[in-house]
Every structure is written in C-alpha cells, then in structure tokens.
C-alpha cells in the first residue's frame, strides 16, 4: 500500500460553470448526494422553472415522495442563493432544501441549523459543503462534507441505512435478472452493467435521450420509461406528441406523457405493480419489463432516428 499527498483544488478546474457543468454531472450522479444524506433521490428536471427564475435540480425522496430542491453554488455562499431556495422550494411544494456550495459562512451555517430547529419536523435543510482533491496531475476525487443536517434525520438515518442496504441488494438482484433475461433475446445490441439503485438505462442510438426504467422496492412497482433530458427536449418531444397517437398505437396502450409537467426533463412511459416480497410476482414483473423495453426500444429508436 502506497500513502499519496492530495492537494484541495478549486472545483471549478473540473466544473468550470455551475449551470453547464456541474449541474449536469451531479443530475447523472445523484445517487451520491442521495447516500451522503440517507436518500434514495430521482431528478424530476433540472433548470425547472419558477416565475422568472430556475431551480438547479428538482429531485424526489423515493421513500416519501416528497420533493427536494437542490441548489449548486461553485464559491462561498451568500443571501441570495438561500433566498432563491427557499422561494423554489415555497413554490414547488419541496420538503427538502439541499443546498450545496464551496465554502459555508458562520451566519449561512447557523442559519440553517436555525432554520432546521425552528419549522416543522417534514421540512428538512441540508446544507454540503463540496471540496475536490487532486490525487494525480487527471484525477482527483469529491468529497461532500456535511455542515449543518436536520435533527430529526440524524436519530433515523442510520436505521433508515440499513433499510436502503436491503433495498439496494433487492435492487441490484432485480437489474442483474433483469439485464440477463433481456440479454438473452438478443434484440438489444449493449446493455450496461447492473446497479443497485432505482434506475436502468438503455440506450437508443440520440443522447440525451434513452430509456430509463425503474424500480420502486417501496411502493412495489417497475416502469419503463423514455427519458428526454432538457437539453433536448425542446428539439425531442414537441415532435413525438404530434405523433402520440400513433406512438400509443405501436406501443399497443395508452402511456402517460408528461408525468411532471413542471420539469424540464420529460418522460414517457407505463407503470407495473407487482410485490417484492412474492418471487412469482417479481418474475411477472421481469417478464413485463423486458417485453415491454423491447417494444420501447423498437418504436422510439425509430421514431428519433427520423428526427433530424
């Protein structure tokens, strides 16, 4: 074992821009700001849209369904992004501020933990501080420190931990099942690898755009769904609406379009209830998927391919 010297850099070598860097970074890697606070988080857009301004990213608390406003500030903190998080989070309805940044004053600090004290016990202010080491002259790593955490989540994340751990190993089982069944019939060319979180992705030939399905462990469903990210939804999903009926029509059912209509990001897809608790039932759900991914991936990776 080899002991290396790390040297704390700005993250702005790596993330030059908040909004076009690491914004993005952190909506494709959510589920490591959703372990460091003990939550199994889903981005519902990113950008989203409230009155003249935007939140960063609007995710959902898996377990509760409740949202959380997450808002990125590459530098020291000041009044006007806690301001802004606490009007996006008034405005959309969210339960949770998680508010990220370089470098937190004593006053910021304390006025979350003041804020933590003082308002109910569903509303929750987290506020992580980000820093990066360099370990060589191309890599370096992240770490996310916590500065100030609700009281009430402190006493229950380390049970609420365990729980996760089963829910990531019934996870992780599931894709594995999942991935060789759909392997097996050799309809889709590259499948990635399994991972014990809430979604799996499958590509269709555009980025930016790909199915992402899920599975709920807590609520007992899966769901195949088309995945349009912002950056191009304004060029994607006016053109497929057009087409809805014709869409519906070759998937054989009605979808649901637009699940969140708030969010930037846009999703079509069908839901499945099953039990995780019955092998049969999730078997029935595996079969589902795969069948209905394969119908998902012949449609749609023809109807983009045909938008120029």
Known sequence: MKLIKQKQINPRKMWPNEAANFTPWLVENIAELGEKIGMELEVVGQEVAVGPYSADILAKDIDTDNYVVIENQLEKTNHDHLGKSITYASALGAKTIVWIATDFTEEHKKALDWLNDNTTEDLAFWGIQLELWQITDDTASMRLNIVSTPSQNVKTIKNKTNIDSESRKTQLDFWTKFRDKLQATKKIPTLQTPMARYWFDVRIGRSNILLSNVCSIQKNFVGVRLYIRNQVVDKYYPILLSR?????????????????????????????QTNFADPNKVEEALDWMVKQTIIFWDVFSKEVKVIK
């Open 244 to 272: 809805k009926a014709e869409i519906n029509k070759a998937i054989g059912c009605e979808m649901e379009w637009d699940i969140h209509p708030t969010a930037k990001d846009k999703t079509i897809g069908l839901s499945y």
